[in-house]
């Protein structure tokens, strides 16, 4: 068996590590980065803004311009005069005598005449001179001796901290920023009030119900506001609704497309909400959906709205009934009105009262548009209030009604009443009872 005996390594001094080659450039030191700019050459680059600017526009900065930059040069230019140090301390740099003008009667400086090379040192002097009052300049404070609120206010050199002199604007008054208030209020907020005109969508939201139940419609999560159009439906807490109407101009600040929407809920209100703020609810809205409905593209290809769609049927019934109390009636008439499928409406005619528990038979029918159904029958009911039906009806279970939608009227002047009312010249006519027919009032 072979043993060795290892050297224990010897060390080596800073001189040799430093003495060997530093391939990988560990030793090297990287040149110091620039410091900040001291306040020495802040009020340098300060005077070369100021003396830039009387260069451009041949005058001196004004306190009063609307531009931010121009009244902040004034500002800077009176600050540096009213400081007697600053002034020593900048004229070798003061190229347009911008500062020595201005000191230039109250001794202590030796100032030669200012240069001329805008053209503008003779009569900065005069200006100087006659507009800026003399000013008691205190000695600037370090920053490591400030020790108070106080110590802050006098140090500062450049005024703009201070609101007692009204000729330099103080950092606390925004006078070149807008009101946030003012700028982003809308010119009025939304408010849920009672929709007038349901009528005209509530077949519309049935419809859009019983196509959720049978699969026909679907309801989708919301993703963006460009899918807000007129005519489109929602589901937002729980209820449906419908941008029955959208506006043509943005509301509030900035340019992006804001328009105010005629919002109208399935529960007889309607809202005129901004777009982005239904927009907004419905993405805050967990169960918030917008419908998609199968023939609604169709039908906007075709520049067919929601409003141009059939909200309902008026339709004029015959009774076949056999009862003795109503055979001897020649023009049994009921003149209603219904947004399903009138067949469907009329499905077991035989069971109802409303139809006199006895089959029916359709012997006209109207299709309409926007037609107040209570409206519509209040006028019927006023019109032909003479000839309704007065008689007592035994039903089926055992108990007495009175038919209060059936007339005694033949059926070409229960067209003309239909008519009437609905292309809106009822009100020229009155019912004849001699006769039983509409005639215009004399």
Partial sequence: MIRTRREPPKRRALEDIFAE????????????RSSAPTTDQ???????????????????????????????????????????????????????????????????????QPSTDAGVGKSTQRESTETTPPTTVKAPISPENVTSLD??????????????????ESIFDLTHVPETSVR???????????????????????QVREELREGEAEAVPFQKESQIDEGDMFVLNGMLCIADQVGEESVGAGRKFNPRLRVVFDNGTESNLLLRSLARALYKDETGRRILRPDITFDSMQGITHHDKRTGVIYILRSLSQDPALVGIRNLHKIGYTEKELEKRIT?????????????????????????????????HAMLHNQRVNVLLHSRDGGTYRPREWFNVELDAAREVVKSIVDGTIAQYRMDNTIGRLVLKG
């Avoid at 040069?73 to 009176?78: G, I």
């Avoid at 110590?151 to 330099?168: A, F, K, N, R």
């Avoid at 009025?188 to 939201?205: K, M, N, P, S, V």
């Fill in 42 to 112: 802040r009020l340098i680059a300060s005077l070369q803004n100021i003396e830039a600017f009387v260069r451009e526009h041949d005058r001196e900065p004004e306190k009063d311009a609307e531009d931010l930059s121009e009244a902040t040069l004034a500002a800077h230019l009176y600050a540096l005069r009213g400081d007697l140090g600053r002034v020593e301390g900048l004229a070798e740099w003061d190229s347009l005598g911008l500062l020595r003008a201005f000191v230039g009667d109250s001794g202590g400086l030796d100032h030669a």
């Fill in 184 to 206: 982003d209020m809308p010119d009025e907020i939304a408010q849920r009030t009672h929709c007038d005109d349901f009528y005209r969508f509530e077949g519309l939201f049935d």
């Fill in 151 to 168: 110590d802050i206010w006098d140090s500062d050199t450049l005024g703009l901290l201070s609101g007692d002199d009204e000729s330099v």
């Fill in 348 to 380: 077991g005619a035989e069971r109802q009262q409303t139809y006199l528990e006895a089959p029916v038979k359709v012997v006209a029918s109207f299709d309409c548009y926007n037609l107040d159904p209570r409206r519509f029958e209040h006028l019927v």
């Fill in 21 to 32: 080659p530093d391939e990988l450039g560990l030793l090297r030191v990287a040149p110091p």
